[in-house]
């Protein structure tokens, strides 16, 4: 059984920074591949980036290349997602997941860029 919980998320104008972080309990950790969504209202919850469980390999969703970057730090048990030129269509709850099978997620961080 692993726990997620988010924290990091917060207003922001267009074009400000925020870093996500995931904190998961358990002793597993190092053996999940994590990755980050999120969902805006009205929409499906969608792919944001994922990261392989010893974080060399990373991959993205087209809309966030370039600007969010996926890391973790196995020892602390933990996962970030580095977030740069937010855009007003970055705005949704984010939530960090395991990718091995999808039977965890955290409860959610809100993100919300103003224009």
């Known amino acids: 059984q692993v726990q997620l919980v988010e924290s990091g998320g917060g207003l922001v104008q267009a074009g400000d920074s925020l870093r996500l972080s995931c904190a998961a309990s358990?002793?597993?950790?190092?053996?999940?591949?994590m990755g980050w969504f999120r969902q805006a209202p009205g929409k499906e919850r969608e792919f944001v980036a994922a990261?392989?469980?010893?974080?060399?390999?990373?991959n993205y969703a087209d809309s966030v290349k370039g600007r969010f970057t996926i890391s973790r730090d196995n020892a602390k048990n933990t996962v970030a997602l580095q977030m740069n030129s937010l855009k007003p269509e970055d705005t949704a709850m984010y939530y960090c997941?395991?990718?091995?099978?999808?039977?965890?997620w955290g409860q959610g961080t809100q993100v919300t860029v103003s224009s």
């Open positions: 997941a395991d990718t091995g099978g999808y039977n965890f």
């Open positions: 358990g002793r597993s950790f190092s053996r999940i591949p």
């Open positions: 990261i392989s469980r010893s974080g060399g390999v990373t």
